[in-house]
């Protein structure tokens, strides 16, 4: 079955400093894959969708890489801030027509002052 | 900008009660994605409309059920509730017409079943 991996432990970083997640998944060829912030008791929000036919998507200080290869993704925050400290969810959408999508199990950042 | 609403935001229930949630989607969303949220896991897809019929279904128990109106907005309907169906439940909306899918989610509502 379709399966995503996040690393399940905290990632505490200093600020200004990069932060890397990783997100990988198995048994699945998605078309795109979508990264989401979540803080605690609210709902997920969009932050970047990659196409199979993209490496690397930029948004301000958010970049995401697709290696279709490796089945993997990561999504890097530059300059990070204490204010980025969230939960960060990778997502692909299920095989299908329906839309629904698949989430990993979240990594939390941790930015420190 | 008009963002996906969820009603109400916190419920507190008893075993064996019934609970209905609802949701209305972004103006001009045809579709609707229903989560489940237990405290620390990750959402899990639970049902989906698109122009009111249900586009799929996911790991959603008989107890529960679902419907989109015409007006777009969505209801889930719990019975014999149970403390396991403690949980977030998000409501997402997307427009399926575009080519890609993002989805937006709206602030859930927070189910305690005692």
């Known amino acids: 079955s379709q399966k995503i991996e996040q690393n399940s432990e905290a990632l505490n970083i200093q600020e200004g400093k990069t932060a890397t997640l990783t997100c990988n998944y198995t048994n699945y060829s998605p078309a795109y894959l979508q990264w989401y912030r979540q803080d605690p008791g609210r709902g997920p929000v969009f932050l970047l969708l990659?196409?199979?036919?993209?490496k690397e998507k930029r948004k301000e200080r958010l970049k995401v890489t697709f290696d279709t290869t490796l089945k993997q993704s990561l999504f890097h925050i530059t300059a990070s801030q204490p204010a980025d400290s969230a939960t960060y969810l990778c997502?692909?959408?299920?095989?299908?027509?329906?839309?629904?999508?698949?989430f990993g199990q979240g990594t939390t950042l941790q930015v420190k002052p | 900008a008009a963002g996906v609403i969820q009603s109400p935001r916190h419920l507190i229930k008893e075993k064996r009660e019934t609970a209905t949630l609802k949701c209305y989607p972004i103006p001009r969303h045809d579709t609707v994605y229903w989560y489940q949220q237990g405290p620390g896991q990750d959402p899990q897809f639970l049902i989906s409309f698109y122009e009111k019929m249900q586009s799929d279904k996911g790991s959603i128990p008989d107890r529960f059920s679902a419907q989109q109106f015409s007006d777009y907005h969505s209801e889930l309907n719990m019975s014999s509730l149970e403390l396991g169906d403690s949980a977030l439940y998000f409501c997402?909306?997307?427009?399926?017409?575009?080519?890609?899918?993002?989805?937006?989610f709206g602030p859930g509502t927070r189910l305690t079943v005692l």
């Open positions: 990659i196409r199979e036919n993209e």
């Open positions: 997402a909306s997307s427009r399926d017409s575009l080519s890609y899918n993002e989805q937006f």
């Open positions: 997502a692909l959408r299920s095989s299908g027509n329906t839309g629904k999508l698949i």
